[in-house]
């Protein structure tokens, strides 16, 4: 069966499913305790497939199911509102489904991104067709089976295949979104736009985390460790670059604390409870940290990490830079690893300006106790995501996540802001015609 066959059967099967919140809510419900019950086959699949820490392969499945009940319950959210007109008519604004969902998804979140576009889609009354990236194929296949037990028939679909496959969801699909490449999203919203359809594109992200001179060190270190190096960096939520604000001896001060709590860092096998950096995806993966590594010592310096292996394993370390031209490709662009590069400025404005210096917005962190400047700050930062003492990387699934510059396109994800994404405002007026009845 082709694409488009698979999308016409999807298509009618929505009208039913829109037609019954009560039956989608239930669904939602019942696919959120069908992934409790089968969560450590799905936590296996990720170790499994795409070499996610075990620790965080849990998170990550939690993460999924708590997306999974949030909208089971917001299906029941009011879905329109009235307007004000001449009594006794009536004008109503309601929110109804496109039809069918066309979604693609990365590798590095093989679950929770695939279900934080589908749960909503699903909600607000479409079916969903996914085309899973294909280095986590078998985390969607498992996905779909544990989801098409409650769901009607052609509702979910799951559709693995290479860039083709996506191509053709982009041209039968009524509503687009995606999650990948600037180039892949960029194509995928022109084309989208030709065929005058509703598209959404996540894509990369340099984020920056802002370093104020009276920020906690401790807390600081704890939330670089996750934000940059968290499952290797794989995340295009995590922190790249690092702009300390202060005088050279607060830079000492800053650098000594992250390498400190960087060198603790275990690198090894996912399935071992310790270890916080895995291998990296694949060999290409792991050329490009190499090559980073290679491009950094020659223009900068290794303060920590760096370590390069040949064995096959593609287990990168944990790395911090230092030197390195603001104008450097590694400081304007993202490499997908464990990498995070120091800057050090002497003023606030000075951080503001390097922050907002690249193509990417998508998300940043500011690390103070001072209130006033982190309001200030965040309201300067041209990113669609700001954290304050906290790391650049996770988000919430019931807040608007996205981002700004090339790292984003459309509406924003997750939380009531999905709800509005995947459906389209139709207004109703009533006209109540003449009283028979005083």
């Not at 509503?175 to 600037?182: A, E, N």
């Not at 064995?311 to 790395?319: F, I, K, M």
């Amino acid at each position: 069966m082709n694409i488009s066959e698979i999308v016409s059967r999807a298509r009618v099967a929505h009208i039913e499913w829109a037609a019954n919140p009560i039956a989608r809510s239930n669904a939602l419900a019942a696919i959120a305790s069908t992934f409790i019950a089968e969560k450590e086959r799905i936590i296996e699949a990720m170790v499994t497939e795409v070499h996610k820490p075990i620790t965080e392969a849990r998170g990550e499945c939690a993460r999924a199911i708590a997306i999974l009940q949030y909208f089971s319950s917001a299906v029941l959210d009011p879905d329109g509102t009235s307007f004000p007109t001449q009594a006794p008519h009536l004008i109503l604004s309601m929110r109804r489904p496109y039809g069918v969902a066309g979604l693609i998804t990365p590798w590095n979140f093989p679950i929770a991104i695939p279900i934080w576009k589908a749960a909503p889609a699903l909600a607000a009354g479409n079916a969903v067709l996914i085309k899973p990236s294909e280095f986590a194929n078998n985390s969607a296949i498992l996905m779909a089976e544990l989801m098409q037990k409650s769901l009607p028939e052609n509702i979910f679909t799951v559709l693995p295949g290479g860039p083709e496959t996506g191509s053709a969801l982009v041209e039968e699909a009524d509503v687009i979104s995606f999650t990948g490449s600037v180039r892949v999203g960029k194509s995928v919203v022109a084309r989208a736009a030709q065929l005058g359809k509703p598209v959404q594109a996540e894509m990369g992200g340099h984020n920056p985390a802002i370093v104020l001179p009276d920020a906690d060190l401790n807390l600081l270190a704890s939330s670089i460790q996750i934000g940059a190096f968290s499952y290797s960096g794989q995340k295009c939520t995590a922190t790249r670059r690092i702009i300390i604000v202060g005088n050279d001896e607060r830079k000492k001060d800053v650098v000594d604390s992250l390498k400190a709590a960087t060198e603790k860092l275990v690198v090894g096998d996912p399935r071992d409870e310790k270890t916080f950096i895995g291998p990296l995806i694949h060999a290409a993966s792991y050329q490009n940290y190499v090559d980073a590594i290679t491009n950094a010592q020659r223009s900068g310096t290794i303060l920590a990490g760096g370590t390069v292996t040949t064995d096959g394993s593609h287990l990168p370390s944990a790395t911090l830079t230092d030197g390195l031209a603001s104008d450097h490709p590694l400081m304007c662009n993202e490499v997908f690893a464990p990498i995070a590069h120091i800057a050090h400025v002497g003023s606030t404005k000075e951080a503001i300006s390097l922050a907002n210096s690249v193509s990417f917005g998508l998300t940043a962190s500011i690390h103070t106790a001072d209130l006033e400047a982190a309001l200030r700050i965040s309201r300067l930062l041209e990113t669609g995501m700001v954290k304050i003492n906290a790391p650049t990387a996770g988000v919430d699934f019931h807040a608007p996540f996205g981002g700004d510059k090339d790292s984003s396109y459309g509406m924003r994800e997750q939380g009531k802001a999905a709800l509005d994404f995947y459906t389209h405002t139709k207004t109703v007026t009533f006209n109540a015609g003449q009283s028979k009845f005083k």
